[in-house]
């Protein structure tokens, strides 16, 4: 929790206007991308245990049909949605990043399961819009990695999971984009991620910035890979 909090604390200076979240447990369809238009967001735990935590949120129609329309004249497929229910993949960074300024609007995109290149080339998409507007936009890449890392996983055990873990934690370390968009496909169906594609959407969205990655925390106490990095720019 303590990585968190931390990154809390980066966002709030200075006060964000809106974030964008990229989620694997959202609406994803085969091949395209979904971006949610509902007016109104809502979600909480209580699939988890927790009855009390309650969160709302207003979406950014305007960034939402900016993006939508640019994903359209650039040829990536992308429908919008009518899903105002949060997911806990979106649900649990925003409870973060939000908590001292609920005011701040929301923009909620699942990828698809088109060609990793497709997501990078959303995610510059995604940056174009930003740089034509004055708000101030967060983009957070939700996800786990993989679902294998030990012998009591739930999805199983594969020695490859630590493997793809690590191997993609060295190449954030090293902005080496182009080696993450051509890994092996065999390591990542062996990991069982579902991270990889929001991370390759953010990589887009920072492509075009001097960046560098700081990792926050990696750890997998449930066999699942669980990691907290921010890009510096």
């Known amino acids: 929790m ?9 966002f709030v200076r200075p006060k964000l206007d809106t974030v964008v979240v990229v989620s694997p447990h959202g609406s994803a ?9 509902s007016k109104e967001l809502a979600g909480d735990f209580a699939q988890f245990g927790d009855l009390k ?17 640019a994903a359209l004249k650039n040829s990536v497929p992308a429908d919008l949605v009518d899903i105002p229910q949060l997911d806990h993949g979106s649900l649990v960074p925003l409870y973060y990043l939000t908590q001292n300024h609920r005011s701040t609007k929301v923009v909620p995109i ?14 510059q998409i995604i940056d174009e819009t930003i740089k034509k507007s004055d708000k101030k936009i967060a983009v957070v890449a939700s996800g786990d990695l993989s679902h294998r890392v ?3 996983a739930p999805a199983g055990y594969s020695p490859r999971g630590k493997e793809f873990d690590e191997k993609l934690i060295n190449l954030l370390e090293k902005n080496d984009s182009e080696e993450i968009l051509s890994m092996n496909p065999g390591l990542i169906e062996e990991a069982g991620e579902c991270g990889l594609r929001s991370i390759i959407i953010l990589l887009g969205v920072l492509s075009g910035l001097k960046y ?12 699942v890979g669980y990691l907290v990095a921010k890009a510096i720019i």
Do not use: C
């Not at 699942?110 to 995610?123: D, E, P, V």
């Open 110 to 123: 699942a990828f698809s399961f088109m060609n990793l290149q497709t997501h990078f080339r959303f995610g």
């Open 29 to 37: 369809q085969y091949d395209r991308m979904s971006i949610t238009a």
């Open 2 to 10: 303590r990585p968190w909090k931390n990154w809390q604390a980066i």
């Open 150 to 152: 030990t012998p009591d």
């Open 53 to 69: 935590t309650t969160m709302s949120f207003e979406n950014d129609l305007e960034i939402v049909g900016a993006i939508k329309e």
């Open 212 to 223: 560098k990655f700081a990792i926050l925390s990696y750890e997998a106490p449930f066999g």
